[in-house]
């Protein structure tokens, strides 16, 4: 098996691990390779598209994965992968759900541009009436397709616009055009590789990943069969061993939920498809410089908290979650839902939706039902009770008499800082609701024991002299329980 050359299938190989599975160009070879990546892999510039492996060997299922650094995987993408060509299929369901196939199209080139180095050499729609047919083109268009890749040497890659492929359609259409072939799976889990740097971030993507590439393993069997039982008990343990280190991760956040609700800080979730603007607006409403919006899908893959001060100086804690997206395997979801408890425990759920897209609804009603659902698995049936909606990026819509009938609570500019007032106002009347605060004016000895009581406990807004100098009249925000 050395020195020979081989396609590299990317996301074959588990975070942290310096084995992937690989497969030579005329199919005859595959399996779980392992490798050392410093020095020993190298992408020849006249074929770009392969690599040459200099030292490799096939390890069977035994071998340990998950041992070495990603940082190393993803070099090696970003070698491999220089220029791709989209293929972006249209099918039914999705027509259906009125997703015009040109915003389909430039979500899926955002995904792709997303990745650092990679870029987007051709598109094409091709109307399909089913994903069912192994390899997904009837014959025409895929003559028409293997024409048009095979006479641009620059594409390297063929991305499907579609969640994820069967192996079998991989396999077909990788014959076909010589090619390897990504689809919406592959691609986002790039992308969430490349974003994740917190410890939980980190341990949420590998999950994904190895539940990913058991599912693409388990259907390759035929390749491990005298070792299929280690090979399963080898994803068995590393699925405990993610699932321990993120349920310890989960019991600490508890611990800081449950701290934060002893300090009584009202929580506002702030959820929305990504690329929202989520990130943008808790920025503009916090005045937090630290945040970054980025004009990138998944720029937010942690859940961080930040505090902003509403109209009566009451103290609220925002929090950032990860951006929802259409069409993904629903393992991939699940793997996230944990950041999102934080959403369905708080006191207020800001929905932020973006104004300026062509497939608002679409988008609305993706992040609707994926929150019912949230709600249904967390026992939180009554969850949209808490929903407001406020549109963001107001000031790229033209005509605004055209969002009449979006039922938005408020329409905002984070980037702009358009209408912010009006929505901590509004914020605050909500906040105050869900978490039974009231705001009463008492009469208090200036000075005394009193007063001081509501400074350390309540929200003081103003106090006021009375007329008689003695007293002064406070306007606070006071929790039932106190
Ligand atoms: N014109 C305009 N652009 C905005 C506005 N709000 C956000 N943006 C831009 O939209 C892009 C995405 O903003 P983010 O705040 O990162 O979006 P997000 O919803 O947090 O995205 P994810 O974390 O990826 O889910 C950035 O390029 C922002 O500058 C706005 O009100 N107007
Ligand atoms: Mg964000």
């Not at 009231?438 to 208090?444: A, D, E, F, G, P």
Request: charge should be positive; hydrophobic fraction near 40%; glycine fraction near 4%.
């Amino acid at each position: 098996m050395c020195n020979s050359k081989y396609i590299l299938q990317s996301i074959f190989y588990p975070i942290n691990s310096r084995a992937c599975y690989l497969s030579s160009a005329n199919h005859k070879h595959k399996g779980f390779m392992s490798f050392d990546v410093e020095g020993e892999f190298t992408s020849k510039p006249s074929a770009r598209r392969r690599l040459h492996v200099r030292q490799m060997k096939i390890v069977y299922p035994t071998m340990t994965l998950m041992k070495f650094s990603h940082r190393t995987v993803i070099s090696i993408l970003a070698n491999h992968t220089a220029v791709y060509l989209f293929i972006h299929t249209l099918n039914g369901v999705l027509k259906n759900l009125r997703y015009p196939p040109q915003e389909q199209l430039e979500e899926a080139v955002a995904l792709v541009k997303t990745l650092p180095s990679w870029r987007v050499e051709e598109t094409i729609s091709i109307p399909l009436d089913s994903l069912e047919r192994k390899s997904l083109f009837k014959s025409g268009s895929m003559e028409r397709l293997t024409k048009i890749i095979r006479s641009n040497r620059n594409i390297t890659a063929v991305f499907v616009n579609t969640s994820s492929l069967k192996n079998i359609t991989t396999s077909i259409l990788q014959e076909q055009f010589g090619l390897s072939i990504l689809d919406r799976y592959k691609i986002i889990m790039q992308i969430l590789k490349m974003h994740a740097t917190s410890k939980s971030a980190k341990l949420q993507v590998a999950l994904a990943e190895l539940y990913y590439i058991r599912r693409k393993s388990e259907k390759n069997l035929m390749f491990f069969t005298h070792n299929k039982e280690s090979l399963k008990l080898m994803f068995q343990n590393r699925e405990q061993k993610l699932k321990s280190a993120l349920a310890e991760l989960r019991n600490q956040r508890t611990l800081l939920r449950s701290k934060r609700q002893k300090m009584e800080y009202p929580v506002v979730a702030v959820v929305g498809y990504t690329n929202a603007g989520k990130t943008c607006l808790i920025k503009a409403l916090t005045g937090e410089e630290s945040l970054q919006p980025r004009n990138q899908l998944f720029a937010t893959l942690d859940v961080t908290l930040h505090s902003g001060i509403l109209p009566s100086g009451l103290e609220v804690l925002y929090v950032d979650t990860v951006g929802f997206i259409s069409d993904i395997p629903t393992n991939l979801i699940e793997c996230f839902v944990a950041t999102l408890e934080d959403a369905v425990l708080s006191d207020v759920i800001l929905h932020v939706e973006d104004l300026s897209s062509a497939c608002f609804e679409y988008k609305r009603n993706h992040v609707l039902s994926t929150l019912k659902d949230l709600g249904a698995q967390t026992g939180y049936e009554n969850i949209m009770e808490k929903v407001i909606h406020v549109g963001n990026k107001c000031d790229l819509v033209k005509d605004i008499h055209t969002l009449k009938d979006k039922s938005l609570d408020m329409m905002v500019s984070g980037k702009k800082e358009i209408g912010l007032e009006k929505l901590r106002s509004y914020l605050e009347d909500i906040v105050l609701k869900a978490t039974s605060r009231q705001k009463i004016t008492i009469r208090v000895i200036n000075g005394g024991d009193e007063i001081r009581w509501l400074y350390k406990n309540a929200t003081v807004v103003h106090a006021i002299p009375d007329t008689d100098p003695q007293y002064v009249k406070a306007k606070v925000i006071i929790t039932q329980s106190k």
